[in-house]
């Protein structure tokens, strides 16, 4: 699914965000990208979708080195790739529903297609009852769970997260990762960046450690800083509880 070769990435500014880092994250797989501010996982993510190019060597996605793509290639590899943000990044003229079906109009799908999809997808992340809601009607929670039914209304294979939950308190960002890990189990791989260490803890996926844009750390099921972890133990794999239809707005 996604392969780096000796990838460097080095900002005009001088900066060295990612220096010489070799990784393979196989189909199916949910990663954590963990690590200070500044150490390279957002980079990497943005590597995986086009938003930067490297400096040096080959980025490899679903078998496409994306450092080759022409301009004109890359909404259409995009489509293949649901990418969730931080800052939500909502249409805020746009309610729940319209927000969604807006990134299948963009391709050019059908409009049978469309409703049939949309209520789908909006039932997975339990907002039936909050679609005619715009933005500023939900909460944080709420519009995160939004994002992510917009970048999963594709089917695409992978969904990358860049710090996902944030902004958003403990008892709701156990909800959105309850929500990526089901996601995961029903086939998608899951690459996130993240500081929330209670969660990546809990979870007890793959971990990918960065520190000045190399990656110092690679467990196949670990916690965010592993030495506490094997010395206390982890608080247990996060349940698969279904996620909570919202009440609709008032």
């Given at each position: ?12 500014n ?26 390279g ?28 793509l ?40 059908p ?45 695409p ?6 710090e ?13 990762f ?18 929330d260490?209670?969660?990546v ?12 844009g ?37």
């Open positions: 699914m996604i392969e780096l070769q000796n990838v460097s990435v080095r900002y005009p001088g900066v060295d965000a990612l220096r010489g880092v070799n990784v393979t994250i196989n189909p199916g797989e949910f990663v954590f990208l963990v690590g200070p501010t500044g150490s996982k957002s980079t990497f993510l943005k590597l995986l979708y086009r938003e930067e190019r490297p400096s040096g060597g080959a980025v490899y996605v679903a078998g496409r080195n994306v450092a080759t022409r301009p004109g290639q890359i909404p259409l590899f995009r489509r293949h790739i649901g990418v969730v943000f931080q800052d939500f990044r909502l249409l805020p003229y746009k309610n729940a529903w319209e927000n969604v079906a807006f990134a299948l109009q963009v391709t050019g799908a409009r049978k297609v469309i409703h049939q999809r949309v209520p789908e997808i909006l039932s997975m992340v339990g907002l039936t009852a909050k679609a005619r809601c715009l933005p500023e009607q939900l909460s944080g929670g709420e519009q995160q769970r939004v994002c992510i039914a917009r970048a999963l209304v594709n089917a294979p992978l969904l990358v997260a860049d996902p939950t944030g902004n958003l308190d403990p008892a709701t960002s156990l909800e959105i309850q929500l990526l890990d089901a996601i995961h189990r029903e086939g998608t791989t899951v690459v996130v960046a993240t500081h260490a209670a969660m803890d809990r979870l007890q996926k793959r971990v990918l450690t960065f520190q000045n190399l990656i110092t750390r690679d467990d196949h099921v670990g916690g965010y800083d592993q030495e506490q972890v094997d010395l206390f133990g982890a608080s247990g794999a996060a349940a698969g509880v279904p996620v909570a239809e919202a009440a609709a707005c008032g």
